[in-house]
């Protein structure tokens, strides 16, 4: 996803003019690196594909210019200097996925000091989101070996690109994929989806929503059953299964999306055990 130059603090283009200003293009080296961890005791890398692509498409477009110069805040010599911008600085990263510890750097940037000074803002934003997310996934996978976990969280993301690129950081700390189609297209992640409480309410009975859902989608049967109450569309549930089985469609999976989550997950696995579905 294409990135304008203007997604950047003020200041770095304020210092960018001061080393124009004095002809300071020497090499310098900027790190990325975290001081403290808090209570965790490592992280996991991740963003380094979009942050390669941000430094190679950076540059300023004739109205970013115009709009610049508009602003009164650069000399004119400075921005026709902006114009040619490009990066070309040399980079070294940890792969994603890599764990890391304090203090270790994940990202350093070698280059002419205005460009290194200039991407500092994106990559510090491209960087830290990821990182946050992949390494609060591997957690998750860590609290529950063996389990299979998908990335649902576009409808509650700060905008699109947070969602894309939770998706991404989630399939890179072991997540089996996303809801997320567009991430699919992007990043090859497996996409999952189940079904919406709107489907249940568009039906008068919920054990025939189950049951159009299964033949329309026979390969993915995973039944939603908290729209009224969980507990009787379990049984409900139970009650279709040998129907299905005999067109030969499988129930892979119930989904609870409310209530005590802990409580009922534990009544509805007993039940379904003791009803052969497991």
């Given amino acids: 996803m294409k990135t304008s130059a203007l997604l950047t603090d003020l200041y770095q283009l304020t210092m960018i003019q001061g080393y124009f200003d004095h002809d300071m293009h020497e090499t310098a080296v900027f790190e990325f690196f975290v001081r403290d961890l808090g209570k965790r005791n490592f992280l996991i890398s991740a963003g380094l594909e979009q942050l390669l692509y941000f430094l190679q498409e950076l540059h300023f477009s004739s109205e970013e210019i115009d709009w610049l110069r508009k602003t009164a805040l650069f000399k004119d010599e400075f921005l026709d200097y902006l114009k040619q911008f490009s990066f070309s600085g040399d980079v070294y990263a940890m792969p994603e996925g890599t764990v890391f510890f304090k203090n270790e750097p994940v990202v350093q940037i070698c280059a002419p000091i205005p460009e ?18 992949a390494s609060k996934a591997v957690r998750m996978r860590f609290a529950a070996p063996g389990k299979q976990f998908v990335d649902f ?50 039906h ?11 033949e329309s989608m026979p390969k993915n049967v995973v039944l939603l059953i908290d729209t009224y109450d969980s507990i009787k569309a379990v049984y409900k549930v139970i009650k279709i299964a040998p129907l299905l089985q005999k067109k030969g469609i499988k129930i892979r999976g119930i989904r609870i999306d409310s209530g005590d989550l802990v409580a009922l997950s534990k009544k509805i696995r007993r039940l379904l055990d003791e009803n052969g579905l497991n």
């Fill in 116 to 133: 290194a000074q200039l991407v500092e803002t994106r990559l510090i934003n491209i960087l830290h989101y990821q990182i946050l997310v």
């Fill in 153 to 202: 969280g576009l409808r509650r993301a700060h905008a699109a690109e947070a969602g894309l690129f939770a998706a991404r950081a989630s399939y890179i700390a072991g997540f089996a994929g996303t809801s997320t189609v567009l991430a699919g297209k992007l990043y090859g992640i497996p996409i999952f989806g189940t079904m919406a409480h709107s489907f249940i309410q568009a």
């Fill in 204 to 214: 008068e009975k919920e054990e025939d929503a189950f049951i159009h859902f299964a």
